[in-house]
């Protein structure tokens, strides 16, 4: 039996108040009072960005996953303190090291990403661990239609990123031998290197490898 246009509405109506319902359920309020000094730059802030005031505050609280803001200094969530630089200028610190150098950076900034993973019993979780290095400014979470990770060059050089996603994708201590210098004059070292880390050209302004590609799994 057909349902009258009448009945059709009644339906589509009380399947709204349901979403409705269920969105509410799923969030909560919180009324915080802050002087007016910090509600006017709130005010100048989304002007600026274009967003309501209540989008703004949002992005804000929504940080609170990726860092902790105590009273006069930034934490990372494994309680180490924060300091706020431009990425272009740890990209030049990075760049001016040799490449055995570049390598024990980039594996030190990846146990960081890994340490704070471990913290909330992610460190399997490639996309938990990207998600990371996005929200903290290290470069956008970017996935191809194969599941290839992307890296922005400008995050650093090819060394420092090629540690930092080998120990990402948990595969250890990235190999000081992988250097230029030895894989253009050793074979075996070459051979070694080609065949483990693999990388592809798959974006003219990205790093991609064949070792850094997710699995259907952790995509879902």
Same mark, same amino acid.
């Given at each position: 039996m057909s349902r009258n246009p009448a009945q059709k509405t009644t339906i589509t109506k009380n399947l709204i108040s349901d979403r409705r319902t269920k969105s509410k359920e799923s969030t909560s309020v919180i009324t915080v009072r802050i002087d007016e000094s910090l509600n006017e730059n709130l005010d100048k802030v989304r002007r600026k960005l274009g967003i309501s005031k209540a989008d703004l505050i949002r992005n804000y609280l929504e940080m609170s996953k990726y860092i902790?803001?105590?009273? +006069? +200094?930034?934490?990372?969530?494994n309680d180490r303190d924060f300091i706020i630089? *431009?990425? +272009?200028?740890?990209?030049?610190?990075?760049?001016?090291k040799d490449e055995e150098e570049q390598i024990n950076l980039g594996d030190k900034l990846a146990r960081f990403i890994n340490d704070c993973a471990r913290i @909330?019993?992610?460190l399997d979780d490639i996309s938990y661990k990207? /998600?990371?290095? %996005? @929200?903290l400014g290290f470069f956008r979470n970017f996935i191809d239609d %194969? %599941?290839?990770?992307?890296? #922005?060059?400008?995050?650093?050089?090819?060394?420092?990123?090629?540690a930092f996603t080998w120990r990402i994708f948990n595969k250890g201590e990235f190999d000081a031998n992988w250097?230029? +210098? *030895?894989?253009? #004059?050793?074979?075996?070292i070459r051979t070694a290197y080609q065949k483990q880390v693999q990388p592809? /050209?798959?974006s003219s302004s990205h790093y991609s490898f064949e070792f850094a590609k997710l699995t259907e799994i952790e995509t879902e």
């Open positions: 902790v803001k105590q009273k +006069s +200094s930034l934490q990372s969530l630089i *431009k990425r +272009s200028y740890l990209r030049k610190l990075v760049e001016i @909330n019993g992610k990207l /998600d990371l290095c %996005n @929200n %194969n %599941n290839y990770i992307l890296i #922005d060059k400008k995050f650093g050089s090819q060394k420092f990123v090629e250097i230029s +210098s *030895k894989i253009k #004059d050793q074979s075996k592809i /050209d798959i």
